[in-house]
Protein backbone atom coordinates (compact mmCIF):
# COMPACT_ATOMS: atom_id res chain seq x y z
CA UNK A 1 0.00 0.00 0.00
CA UNK A 2 1.59 3.51 -0.87
CA UNK A 3 2.43 5.80 1.74
CA UNK A 4 0.02 8.61 1.80
CA UNK A 5 2.09 12.26 2.44
CA UNK A 6 0.02 14.75 4.32
CA UNK A 7 -0.34 18.16 1.92
CA UNK A 8 -0.27 20.96 4.43
CA UNK A 9 0.48 22.73 1.34
CA UNK A 10 -1.57 23.07 -1.90
CA UNK A 11 -0.65 23.72 -5.53
CA UNK A 12 -2.99 26.33 -5.92
CA UNK A 13 -1.91 28.52 -2.84
CA UNK A 14 0.92 30.54 -4.94
CA UNK A 15 1.09 31.40 -8.90
CA UNK A 16 4.40 29.80 -8.88
CA UNK A 17 4.77 31.39 -12.60
CA UNK A 18 5.02 35.13 -11.15
CA UNK A 19 6.98 33.77 -8.42
CA UNK A 20 9.90 32.17 -10.82
CA UNK A 21 10.30 35.88 -12.95
CA UNK A 22 11.55 37.00 -9.92
CA UNK A 23 13.33 34.10 -7.95
CA UNK A 24 17.35 34.78 -8.72
CA UNK A 25 18.41 31.04 -8.20
CA UNK A 26 18.15 29.02 -10.51
CA UNK A 27 17.88 25.93 -8.87
CA UNK A 28 14.83 27.38 -7.01
CA UNK A 29 13.70 28.81 -10.34
CA UNK A 30 13.36 25.87 -12.34
CA UNK A 31 11.64 24.06 -9.10
CA UNK A 32 9.06 27.10 -9.21
CA UNK A 33 8.18 26.11 -12.95
CA UNK A 34 7.72 22.80 -11.85
CA UNK A 35 5.63 22.90 -9.73
CA UNK A 36 3.49 25.34 -11.94
CA UNK A 37 3.12 22.59 -14.42
CA UNK A 38 2.01 20.73 -11.59
CA UNK A 39 -0.31 23.33 -10.67
CA UNK A 40 -1.83 22.95 -14.28
CA UNK A 41 -2.44 19.59 -13.86
CA UNK A 42 0.15 18.05 -16.27
CA UNK A 43 1.70 14.47 -15.79
CA UNK A 44 4.83 13.83 -13.85
CA UNK A 45 5.86 11.89 -17.08
CA UNK A 46 5.39 15.29 -19.46
CA UNK A 47 6.84 17.16 -17.15
CA UNK A 48 9.49 15.30 -16.66
CA UNK A 49 10.33 14.76 -20.55
CA UNK A 50 9.92 18.56 -21.04
CA UNK A 51 12.42 19.48 -18.03
CA UNK A 52 14.84 16.01 -18.19
CA UNK A 53 14.02 14.96 -15.25
CA UNK A 54 12.72 11.34 -13.78
CA UNK A 55 9.03 11.27 -13.22
CA UNK A 56 10.03 10.33 -9.94
CA UNK A 57 12.24 13.49 -9.58
CA UNK A 58 9.03 15.37 -10.07
CA UNK A 59 7.11 13.35 -7.81
CA UNK A 60 9.98 14.22 -4.98
CA UNK A 61 9.55 18.11 -5.74
CA UNK A 62 5.57 17.84 -5.37
CA UNK A 63 5.70 15.90 -2.21
CA UNK A 64 8.80 18.33 -0.64
CA UNK A 65 6.38 21.32 -1.57
CA UNK A 66 3.34 19.53 -0.07
CA UNK A 67 5.37 18.85 2.78
CA UNK A 68 7.27 22.21 3.47
CA UNK A 69 5.93 25.12 1.53
CA UNK A 70 7.59 27.19 -0.53
CA UNK A 71 11.12 26.83 1.42
CA UNK A 72 11.55 23.35 -0.22
CA UNK A 73 12.76 24.79 -3.39
CA UNK A 74 15.89 26.06 -2.39
CA UNK A 75 19.05 23.84 -0.98
CA UNK A 76 19.42 23.10 2.26
CA UNK A 77 22.45 24.50 4.30
CA UNK A 78 25.53 21.85 3.77
CA UNK A 79 25.49 21.60 0.17
CA UNK A 80 28.94 22.26 -1.52
CA UNK A 81 32.31 23.25 -0.14
CA UNK A 82 32.41 25.03 3.12
CA UNK A 83 34.35 28.20 3.48
CA UNK A 84 37.29 28.46 5.72
CA UNK A 85 36.15 31.92 7.13
CA UNK A 86 33.54 31.61 9.73
CA UNK A 87 30.12 33.11 9.04
CA UNK A 88 30.50 34.88 12.49
CA UNK A 89 33.93 36.45 11.40
CA UNK A 90 33.25 37.88 7.74
CA UNK A 91 31.94 41.69 9.25
CA UNK A 92 35.00 41.26 11.37
CA UNK A 93 37.11 40.20 8.06
CA UNK A 94 35.87 42.97 5.70
CA UNK A 95 36.83 45.43 8.50
CA UNK A 96 40.43 44.22 9.02
CA UNK A 97 40.98 44.37 5.09
CA UNK A 98 39.63 47.84 5.44
CA UNK A 99 41.84 48.58 8.39
CA UNK A 100 44.97 47.35 6.52
CA UNK A 101 44.36 49.64 3.04
CA UNK A 102 43.97 52.73 5.15
CA UNK A 103 47.06 51.94 7.40
CA UNK A 104 49.18 51.21 4.31
CA UNK A 105 49.67 55.24 3.51
CA UNK A 106 49.55 54.05 -0.29
CA UNK A 107 49.63 51.19 -2.71
CA UNK A 108 46.98 48.84 -2.48
CA UNK A 109 46.31 45.37 -0.71
CA UNK A 110 47.26 42.27 -2.79
CA UNK A 111 45.37 38.69 -2.90
CA UNK A 112 48.74 37.76 -0.50
CA UNK A 113 48.06 40.47 1.46
CA UNK A 114 44.66 39.45 2.32
CA UNK A 115 45.35 36.02 2.24
CA UNK A 116 48.12 36.82 5.26
CA UNK A 117 44.92 38.73 6.78
CA UNK A 118 42.67 35.66 6.59
CA UNK A 119 45.34 33.36 8.22
CA UNK A 120 46.69 35.33 10.96
CA UNK A 121 43.87 37.03 12.67
CA UNK A 122 40.74 34.30 11.03
CA UNK A 123 42.63 30.99 10.97
CA UNK A 124 41.08 30.51 7.50
CA UNK A 125 44.04 29.10 5.31
CA UNK A 126 43.60 30.43 1.72
CA UNK A 127 45.82 30.77 -1.08
CA UNK A 128 46.31 34.15 -2.83
CA UNK A 129 44.01 32.76 -5.98
CA UNK A 130 41.04 31.64 -3.28
CA UNK A 131 40.91 35.21 -2.03
CA UNK A 132 38.99 36.21 -5.41
CA UNK A 133 36.25 33.81 -5.09
CA UNK A 134 36.18 34.58 -1.11
CA UNK A 135 35.77 38.21 -1.50
CA UNK A 136 32.62 37.84 -4.02
CA UNK A 137 30.79 36.03 -1.95
CA UNK A 138 30.93 38.52 0.70
CA UNK A 139 30.31 41.12 -1.15
CA UNK A 140 33.67 42.83 -1.60
CA UNK A 141 35.79 43.73 -4.63
CA UNK A 142 38.96 43.00 -5.05
CA UNK A 143 39.55 46.25 -7.83
CA UNK A 144 40.03 49.09 -5.98
CA UNK A 145 40.87 52.94 -7.04
CA UNK A 146 43.90 53.86 -8.76
CA UNK A 147 46.43 53.83 -5.95
CA UNK A 148 48.32 56.96 -4.35
CA UNK A 149 52.31 56.84 -3.85
CA UNK A 150 53.51 56.87 0.10
CA UNK A 151 54.97 59.79 -0.96
CA UNK A 152 52.76 61.92 -3.00
CA UNK A 153 52.55 65.91 -2.03
CA UNK A 154 48.79 67.32 -2.95
CA UNK A 155 50.42 70.76 -3.09
CA UNK A 156 52.94 69.89 -6.07
CA UNK A 157 50.33 68.51 -7.75
CA UNK A 158 47.78 71.37 -7.42
CA UNK A 159 50.34 73.17 -8.40
CA UNK A 160 51.41 71.34 -11.45
CA UNK A 161 47.38 71.17 -13.12
CA UNK A 162 47.56 75.53 -12.32
CA UNK A 163 50.42 75.74 -14.56
CA UNK A 164 49.55 73.05 -16.96
CA UNK A 165 45.80 73.83 -18.26
CA UNK A 166 44.60 70.99 -20.56
CA UNK A 167 44.79 71.79 -24.34
CA UNK A 168 41.70 72.82 -26.19
CA UNK A 169 39.88 70.61 -29.00
CA UNK A 170 41.66 71.22 -31.92
CA UNK A 171 44.58 73.67 -30.47
CA UNK A 172 48.20 72.55 -29.66
Known amino acids: ?11 SDHDFLKLSKVESKPRA ?3 LLILHQLSQNKSLEGI ?9 S ?6 NYWLYGLKSIYDKP ?3 RKSHLAEEDIEAFKQAIVEAQQQRGGGRLTA ?5 IAKEDFNAAYT ?10 IGMSWVSARSKHPRVDPEAISQFKKLHKPCQAGHP
Open 1 to 11: MPKITPRNHKL
Open 29 to 31: RGK
Open 78 to 80: GRG
Open 48 to 56: GKDFGYHPQ
Open 58 to 63: IGIIRK
Open 112 to 116: TDIAR
Open 128 to 137: PKGIYGLLDR
